[in-house]
């Protein structure tokens, strides 16, 4: 899951690239962190809110910047943790859009409700 570039800078990392990158090589699967970006950030915390506002504070939050890679492709996306599966949906748009013929998704954990 890409960060945006200001949450990136203040963390200093992005654990799910951290994660992509072991499965990657146990996986002996491509990696492709360029072609999907986040263009807007959202509040630093998101605990709290419903799956609407979590939806909300995501919406048009990612863009497909090199389409051709991923025009037909089936694409899995990594992240840390799925709580409402908002930002999961806001990237699997971006990608849908994109040409992108499947998307899956993996998580590390399950949020509690």
Known sequence: MPLHAGR????????????VQSLSKSLQL???EVSLVRVS??????????AKGRLDTV???????HPRLV??????????VFTTGATVSACAEALFAAGARTVFV???????R
């Open 71 to 80: 025009e037909g492709e089936d694409i899995m996306l990594i992240d840390d």
């Open 8 to 19: 990136l800078k203040t963390r200093g990392f992005n654990q799910a690239s951290i994660m």
């Open 30 to 32: 491509p990696v492709d």
């Open 106 to 112: 993996l998580t590390l954990a399950r949020a509690r």
């Open 41 to 50: 950030g959202s509040e630093k915390y998101r605990a709290g809110l419903d």
């Open 59 to 65: 919406a048009g939050a990612f863009e497909v910047r």
